[in-house]
């Protein structure tokens, strides 16, 4: 097993700090971003040195309609250049694909011809061997490739360890941890963190953590998943993300010591943007619903609905998750 | 030093959950709270198993004056007494008293007269010598004690040090760790927590920790230090406390794995208490001003300030507060 690399005082160029706002965001309106709030956020992240940006999903216009959703469900490469302009080189352009609900085969160009440098493949660890399928389309294509293996909360340490080998022996560059439900603890993410760094080194790849703040703990696990050596970091501004939403950025970006690392570019966006747009009634982050859901190792949709119902009866609440356990 | 004790499934009998709403929460409007109010919250933390509750402070009327705050800045027995009604064994009373704020050579009844079966000493590094002639003469009439060291992530390791020793040679019961500009990130925090209770072990005593919630990481700052053997933990309804406040009861209590804590007591005051309270303009928890003075391992009172004020500046205030480092 590995252990912390570094201390509180180190740089690490291995880290990329990767904002996941429109595409994890996006899930709390539908994906309903307009070109200039787009703009400014991909000018923000430049400002403030993030790695990777992350425009939201790779779907199947065969099962999702188009007019369901804002364009950021899709990610057409036309939409994306007219939103961003001139693609700046310092920041990579991401997407994800769930397997099972894009149509890989059709949808992606060869990377020459494309403005988007990574796809990250997000599945279910019953899905792994459909992953590396999509992982290696892709790859031959040109692309860098993620695997995001979700749920793991709910999976043993044998499946995981099946799946990791898997990945593991795939083309895929980084194997990223995932808390889809804010249930890991530091000290519960510090173990599987150093199983995915195992798989990681052994395979020449690197890994990514993926957080979410049920429990206000996501950018705890993220910095201590960091410290054994995870370098992929999911974050986005005021941590905006379904339910109780991610990592902030604007935690991550201040907690880093590598002098290319700015705070202001995201905090001048912030206050530009992200206040009027969570002004406009749109909902994520910390509250009690998603700390039961999240002490209970369980799916945020029964709290995404008490949420959106407006309600605050966390008793009866509580009391009806553990009836329905 | 010593390592982790016990894991995520262990249950700890040292372990003390240690309300400070009325306290800590106290510094967010003057300890105004009406006594339906604390009654209110002396059963729900029976309810859900809470060990100490602390009511207030024990502030010199000589220094402060009586009308410009509420009963909970004085603690007087009587009005304890008629707060609560019949006091419950099963839950210790505590009050805090600030090192050179207090008349405790004249405020104090011996404990056989007393409702209070606990008193916090809280002092600056440099106040040590003065708190632990506090320390000796509450000690000396029956009272639990704690030595709470303020502003520690100001102060160098030797003088941390320095200020163990003298403490661990007091008659103090518990040495407390208090991240009071919420600077501390686990890392840090579990360095310090081995240290205090290196002093502890030595000295048949117990150490405690105190959170604020400036990054975020109060609650994940709390169970780390709890994971390396600290057992009295503050906590607070909804986190209440000064500025981005403090580790909340609710987090602390879903953790724990002693069947003897439950959640409802406190949810319950949460609906009915917590929220009306919140919603009548009292102002606490994380935003972006406090983890700027907490990155900065700064005091808040800034942060406090911006939030007072209403304002959302996030860019400007961070900038004022890099030009007066």
Redo the contacts between chains.
């Keep these: 097993m590995s252990g912390?690399i570094g201390?509180?005082m180190s740089v690490r160029d291995d880290i990329k700090v990767f904002d996941v706002t429109l595409r994890d965001g996006g899930l709390c309106n539908d994906f309903r971003f307009d070109d200039e709030f787009v703009k400014a956020l991909y000018r923000a992240n430049l400002e403030s040195g993030v790695d990777y940006m992350e425009f939201g999903y790779k779907s199947s216009k065969k099962l999702f309609k188009q007019s369901d959703f804002g364009k950021w469900k899709f990610c057409d490469e036309e939409d994306i250049r007219a939103a961003i302009g001139n693609k700046d080189p310092m920041m990579k352009i991401s997407v994800m694909a769930d397997v099972g609900r894009c149509d890989f085969k059709t949808d992606f160009l060869k990377k020459e011809d494309s403005v988007i440098d990574m796809v990250r493949v997000a599945c279910y660890i019953h899905q792994i061997p459909a992953a590396v399928e999509m992982i290696e389309h892709l790859h031959g294509l040109g692309y860098e490739t993620t695997c995001n293996i979700m749920a793991v909360s709910q999976a043993n340490t044998n499946q995981i360890e099946s799946a990791l080998q898997m990945i593991g022996a795939s083309s895929v560059d980084v194997i990223y941890l995932v808390d889809s439900f804010g249930s890991f603890?530091?000290?519960?993410v510090m173990e599987l963190a150093q199983l995915y760094m195992d798989t990681a080194h052994a395979n020449g790849k690197r890994a990514g953590f993926h957080a979410h703040?049920n429990?206000?703990?996501?950018?705890?696990?993220t910095?201590?998943t960091l410290?054994y050596g995870v370098s992929y970091l999911d974050c986005s501004a005021m941590g905006m993300g379904r339910g109780a939403g991610n990592c902030?950025t604007?935690?991550l970006l201040?907690?880093l010591r590598n002098p290319r690392y700015s705070?202001?570019g995201v905090?001048?966006f912030?206050?530009k943007y992200m206040?009027p747009l969570k002004a406009s009634g749109i909902k994520w982050g910390y509250d009690?619903q998603y700390?039961?859901t999240g002490?209970l190792n369980r799916h945020p949709r029964e709290a995404i609905n008490f949420t959106a119902e407006g309600r605050?009866?966390?008793?009866e609440f509580?009391k009806s998750l553990l009836e329905n356990y």
């Design positions: 912390r201390n509180l603890y530091p000290e519960s703040n429990q206000n703990l996501a950018f705890a696990n910095i201590e410290s902030a604007e935690l201040g907690f705070l202001y905090l001048e912030i206050e206040l009690l700390l039961f002490q605050s009866d966390y008793c509580y």
